[in-house]
């Protein structure tokens, strides 16, 4: 696809990921370098989404010991055992599905994280530092997450 007279390119790419539990930080850096290969875009813009509101994008370093401790940290900040009105199926009414599973937990963190991260492109290269890896970090079960990656660029 090519977007007006400076002749953007866009390529998008949907990735299917089954996780395991949450939390779950999972390195999908392989794999978007493989898309934006895929892509023949070399210079210009990376944007990794999750579609998904208790499932995020994160940029952080792949130490196992580091993953236990970011792990424990989002699983601390909002415990799966406190109480959320959104948990409360007796009141609550909007967004009830058929296999709706208590989550408040999962929402209350991913606030702390994001949706998206933005990679810059330059020379067929992402521009991650030396220890940064991109993660989707599962925040809910075990479930399939979908992961948009859009690049634009020259
Ligand atoms: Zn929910």
């Keep these: 696809m090519v977007l007006g007279a400076l002749n953007v390119k866009m390529h998008v790419e949907t990735m299917e990921i089954v996780t395991d539990r949450g939390p779950q930080f999972i390195d999908i850096t392989p794999d978007v370098v493989a898309a ?10 990376v944007v990794v989404f999750s579609k998904h509101t208790t499932a995020a994008i994160k940029i952080n370093e792949n130490e196992p010991e580091l993953i236990k401790d970011m792990e424990h940290l989002v699983s601390h900040v909002a415990p799966a055992d406190q109480y959320y009105h959104h948990n409360n199926f007796d009141v609550r009414t909007v967004n009830m599905v058929e296999d709706e599973c208590p989550n408040g937990h999962s929402h209350c963190q991913h606030l702390l994280l994001n949706t998206s991260e933005t990679i810059p492109l330059l020379d067929g290269k992402l521009q991650l530092g030396t220890w940064q890896s991109i993660f989707l970090v599962e ?16």
């Design 139 to 154: 925040l809910e079960r075990s479930r399939p997450r979908q992961v948009l990656v859009q690049i634009l660029g020259i």
């Design 36 to 45: 934006t290969v895929r892509s023949g875009i070399r210079n210009g813009l």
